[in-house]
């Protein structure tokens, strides 16, 4: 051991990490190294941390760069996933078909204006899910002109429209849809919102699944692995030859999709600095050596760490040395986790996490904070999904619509900034919400009362105006929710909220799609009392502004209420039991 650090010394006083001048060996813990203090004058004893390894290597150079331009790729697509359902579903205009009709060459004119009941005296609206019962094949040797001269005997004949099997489509805007090519409109369009609502699952279970697998098998094989099942469902939907095979492959893509956004921004957090958020799938992408250092794979670390040092111009100490505090580094990381969970219980720690998933409603002076804050995600990720996803009820036109919704999102980011420093985070969280019911209560009013055409641009204007308010929320509610608790359960709640918003945004297609078909100022009555609901309970909530976030249940500042003595107890055992989890994810709800 006396051999070892003598080496140890040595190579320090030897090597600066810039390659600068040799310094003097260091005696009884002396100065040396770089002037920076980060140089290579640092022993074994230093390196006590892998932040310390990490700054050896740069945390600001050409490699994190580069790394954080190889994880942003995946920022951008994760949001196709879940943005592009109303263009790869479109729903252009349909009628039901008849096949006697379709086979004797009539015009879409003529089936529609003698097969198809119209909903409007005063206009060309006409049924999209019913026909009439006539007897198409005297209607075809009647003739179109014949028939039409006797609809009325028809329709005495045949009073009652029916149902129909299959529609016909117009095709002049779309040419191909998951919509027309399995005809999934009237009594099948709950299963078109089930293709929007399985990228919500898809993308829970990625997370829930994935935060594990990370951990397990490390970042670069789940990225790997993620990726390449992501690419070949990606192509094996292109030729569903049905819907539930399309809803069953895109499920899984999404879930991929989320396990390489999870496993990026998990290596983005470990190897970059922490501002960078992001995370992509590429074959160049190195092995977190955070991650490499827990596993024992030393040198697999230490060629990583070279590289990023490399590529950033700047220079480690000897190998040994590195190794030596890669060791330490390792031993103490494993007495951690031993301390934390146990070494026979690390296999059971995912079951763990769920079986302690509902402790924040055992603690009495929590459980009403907890409900609140779980409707404000729920209500914000349903209303964000429902507005941003609503083009189709709202008559407008869906790609100005979706570009000026992701056009406003840079605003509503500023106005949070401005209402979090001056007004607070309650008032401007129920301030929020409250704008967004209002916004959305005028939409549903004016589709209501003023016809399509009179009222569209103000329709518009309005929807965005509450996106706006909403998408501030959303925000908000993240650095909210983890300011309202305890550092014991910050990211508990956190994590558990974003289930809740998963369930909120799982919701939205299917009230737009089915309930919008009823009526088309429908959803926008339920998005605004669900709004205005979230802006009623967060009244409810303690302000957090300016206040020092407090360590444990028992830490009680007046804003966070008090805790009753008969809580004691249920904090002391549940401090006992839990481990440190995993829920918290910042890009849980993100894309």
């Known amino acids: 051991m006396e051999v070892q650090e003598e080496t140890v010394k040595k190579s320090k006083g030897e090597r600066g990490i810039d390659g600068g001048e040799r310094n003097e060996r260091r005696e009884g813990g002396g100065e040396g190294g770089r002037e920076d203090g980060i140089g290579g004058g640092e022993t074994k004893g230093d390196l006590a941390t892998f932040e310390d390894l990490l700054e050896m290597a740069g945390t600001n150079g050409r490699w994190n760069i580069l790394m954080f331009i190889m994880c942003s790729i995946q920022a951008f697509i994760s949001p196709l996933q879940s943005l592009t359902y109303q263009f790869l579903g479109a729903t252009p205009d349909h009628w039901c078909l008849v096949p006697q009709l379709h086979q004797a060459n009539w015009t879409q004119h003529q ?26 094949t005297e209607v075809v040797e009647m003739g179109y002109e014949a028939a039409m001269l006797n609809k009325s005997t028809l329709n005495v004949l045949y009073p009652n429209p029916v149902q129909c099997l299959a529609r016909d489509f117009n095709y002049s805007q779309y040419q191909s849809t998951v919509v027309t090519e399995w005809d999934l409109v ?4 709950v299963i078109y919102s089930t293709t929007q609502a399985i990228v919500m699952v898809g993308k829970l279970l990625g997370y829930i699944s994935f935060g594990y697998l990370i951990d397990k098998w490390g970042r670069r094989k789940v990225v790997l692995l993620a990726a390449v099942i992501n690419i070949v469902s990606s192509f094996l939907i292109a030729a569903s030859p049905a819907v539930e095979m399309y809803i069953i492959l895109k499920g899984i893509m999404t879930a991929m999709d989320a396990g390489v956004y999870l496993a990026l921004f998990v ?4 190897s970059c600095a922490a501002r960078y958020r992001a995370g992509v799938g590429a074959m160049w992408l190195p092995e977190s050596p955070r991650w490499l250092i827990t596993q024992g794979r030393l040198h697999e670390a230490l060629h990583v760490l070279t590289w990023a ?11 040994d040395v590195i190794l030596a505090a890669m060791t330490n580094i390792e031993k103490q990381t494993a007495i951690e986790r031993t301390v934390e969970v146990g070494p026979e219980e690390e296999g059971w720690r995912l079951l763990k996490e769920l079986k302690h998933f509902f402790i924040l409603m ?7 904070r907890t409900l609140v804050v779980f409707v404000g995600w729920f209500s914000a990720s349903m209303v964000y999904y429902g507005v941003a996803l609503n083009a189709s009820n709202l008559g407008t036109d869906p790609y100005l619509y979706v570009f000026f919704g992701g056009l406003l999102e840079v605003p509503s980011y ?24 209002v916004c959305i209560f005028l939409v549903m009013a004016i589709m209501m009362l003023l016809p399509h055409e009179e009222g569209l641009t103000a329709v518009v204007v309005l929807s965005q105006a509450g996106k706006v308010a909403v998408t501030a929320a959303f925000q908000l509610i993240w650095a909210y929710t983890s300011e309202l608790y305890p550092t014991r359960f910050r990211s508990l709640a956190v994590g558990q909220s974003s289930v809740c918003a998963r369930l909120g945004s799982l919701l939205s297609p299917y009230i737009n799609d089915i309930l919008g078909k009823t009526s088309v100022w429908a959803p926008s009555a339920v998005f605004g009392i669900v709004s205005f609901v979230a802006a009623a309970l967060t009244l409810t909530l303690p302000e957090t502004r300016n206040a020092v976030l407090t360590e444990s249940t028992k830490q009680t500042p007046k804003h966070y209420g008090t805790t009753k003595p008969q809580e004691n107890a249920i904090i002391e055992s549940i401090n006992q039991t839990t481990t440190t989890n995993h829920y918290s994810n910042p890009t849980f709800d993100s894309e």
């Open 267 to 270: 290596f983005v957090m470990e």
């Open 111 to 136: 089936v529609i204006s003698l097969a198809i009941p119209h909903t409007s005296n005063t206009t060309d609206e006409h049924d999209h899910c019913d026909m009439y019962n006539y007897n198409y």
């Open 414 to 437: 500023l106005l949070l900034w401005a209402m979090m420093v001056f007004v607070g985070r309650k008032r401007s969280l129920a301030l929020l919400y409250f704008i967004c019911a």
């Open 362 to 368: 055992l603690i009495p002076h929590l459980r009403l």
């Open 186 to 189: 009237c009594e099948r369009r």
């Open 309 to 319: 040092a490399k590529v950033n111009g700047r220079t480690l100490p000897t190998d």
